[in-house]
């Protein structure tokens, strides 16, 4: 007798990092936001874990207004759907040629009252928290 499990799918709508850049599919406004997660929804997703964008740029953003407007319009549509607020993304450490012990060209660490505002202020029905570094190549 074949048994069915239940199955938690889990629709990374951006991708963390400068995925603009390597897919210009990757949805950037917090409508597009919106209904990528909407659509990956009514496909069968059960979270959708949100990154912000830049809407001019495209780039990381941490914006805590854009992460409101792309909860509310989600929450709008009244689909069910886990929505999943990263709190990853608290900075990017890039050494120094001279002091590499220190932050050069390119560094920004966020405080963790910074980090965690949108979750504080939004309610996510889930969030991640990253306890540690990663280190993201472009393999």
């Known amino acids: 007798m074949l048994m069915m499990q239940k199955v938690v799918l889990t629709a990374a709508i951006t991708g963390a990092g400068d995925t603009i850049q390597k897919n210009e599919n990757v949805p950037v406004t917090p409508q597009e936001l919106a209904d990528s997660a909407i659509k990956c929804a009514r496909a069968g997703a059960t979270v959708a874990h949100i990154h912000v964008r830049d809407p001019e740029t495209g780039g990381v953003s941490h914006d805590p207004e854009l992460y409101a407007e792309t909860v509310r319009l989600i929450r709008e549509a009244d689909e069910d759907i886990v929505i999943n607020v990263t709190s990853g ?51």
């Open 89 to 139: 993304g608290g900075g990017d450490f890039i050494p120094s040629l001279e002091h590499p012990e220190t932050g050069g060209e390119g560094t920004w660490i966020q405080t963790p009252e910074e980090r965690f505002k949108p979750i504080g202020d939004l309610l996510p029905e889930m969030c991640t928290l990253d306890c540690g570094s990663v280190n993201m190549g472009d393999a």
